[in-house]
């Protein structure tokens, strides 16, 4: 079992930065990849993007240049830093781990608003 938990969400205006954490706690050990979602009021959950254990990353188009994505294997947290925010990048965010079996935390509210 793997327990995923989330912080570093809240308001910020737009062109803002804030920078979200994933903190994984469990079987660690067994973590391959990780990654950042996001659902915006309405909308779909949606991939933001992912990190290897070897620290591989890929980010959807939507996000390329704004954020990135990095991980702390002796902390055994994930990180998102979230540049340039756009209001559209208003949602709930999410970190997920694979096992392979799929993790989910509980989600960090992101508002971006003047």
């Known amino acids: 079992q793997v327990q995923l938990v989330e912080s570093g969400g809240g308001l910020v205006q737009p062109g803002g930065s804030l920078r979200l954490s994933c903190a994984a706690s469990?079987?660690?050990?067994?973590?391959?990849?990780m990654g950042w979602y996001r659902r915006a009021p309405g909308k779909e959950r949606e991939l933001v993007g992912t990190?290897?254990?070897?620290?591989?990353?890929n980010y959807a188009d939507f996000v390329k240049g704004r954020f990135s994505i990095s991980r702390d294997n002796a902390k055994n947290t994930m990180y998102l830093q979230m540049n340039s925010l756009k209001p559209e990048d208003t949602a709930v965010y999410y970190c997920?781990?694979?096992?392979?079996?799929?993790?989910w935390g509980q989600g960090t509210q992101v508002t971006v608003s003047s």
């Open positions: 997920k781990a694979i096992t392979p079996r799929v993790y």
């Open positions: 990190i290897t254990l070897g620290g591989t990353t």
């Open positions: 469990g079987s660690i050990f067994s973590i391959k990849h």
